[in-house]
């Protein structure tokens, strides 16, 4: 199969749920066909995908260790959008895990991927290039989006209305490297 979509394989799903620098490269690259649908086609904003989560506790405490995270994952996330060969070889070599195994198929996730890392030309001319800069916007349309279709739950199943989420606390960008 190819990872999480192994079910469509044996017939145990008739969608799923996939990361199409991953596994729709591997789909492709063993013949697998399939119907890739856009969250976006549906009327479905897409929030951020990886999320970085740290406590307040840690945020208040040890803003210097977050930042200096931050600074060496954004130095990190250039290197990979600027070397995408090099970048798929590191994750073999140190990655060392089953899955990392086919060098060729690593280079094509990464030529996948790599545009995406950094935010683009029409992002404003400020935070162009720029790694993990969050937008209220964004992060408004995903939770309203939530809330409208009663995805937002209490512990018993009853939705929660929708002023009980102040969007503007869910996240920051205070620590993340000057542009």
Not at 106 to 130: N, P, R, T
Not at 144 to 170: A, E, M, Q, W
Request: contains cysteine; proline residues 4%; aromatic residues 10%.
């Amino acid at each position: 199969g190819i990872g999480s979509s192994s079910f469509l394989s044996n017939g145990g799903s008739d969608s799923t749920w996939i990361f199409s620098h991953w596994e729709a490269i591997k789909a492709e690259r063993a013949k697998q066909r399939l119907n890739l649908m856009h969250l976006e086609d549906y009327g479905i904003p897409y929030g951020y995908s990886p999320v970085l989560l740290a406590s307040e506790h840690t945020l208040e405490k040890q803003p210097d260790m977050v930042s200096r995270v931050l600074a060496a994952l954004d130095r990190g996330y250039k290197f990979c959008a600027e070397n995408p060969y090099a970048a798929a070889e590191i994750l073999q070599s140190e990655g060392k895990h089953p899955s990392l195994s086919d060098l060729q198929f690593l280079e094509e996730s990464q030529l996948s991927i790599g545009s995406k890392y950094l935010l683009e030309d029409d992002a404003g001319e400020e935070d162009e290039g720029v790694w993990g800069r969050m937008d209220l916007e964004r992060w408004t349309n995903w939770v309203d989006f939530l809330f409208d279709h009663g995805i937002v739950t209490d512990r018993k199943g009853v939705s929660l209305p929708r002023i009980s989420v102040n969007v503007k606390n869910l996240f920051t960008n205070e620590f993340l490297p000057k542009a």
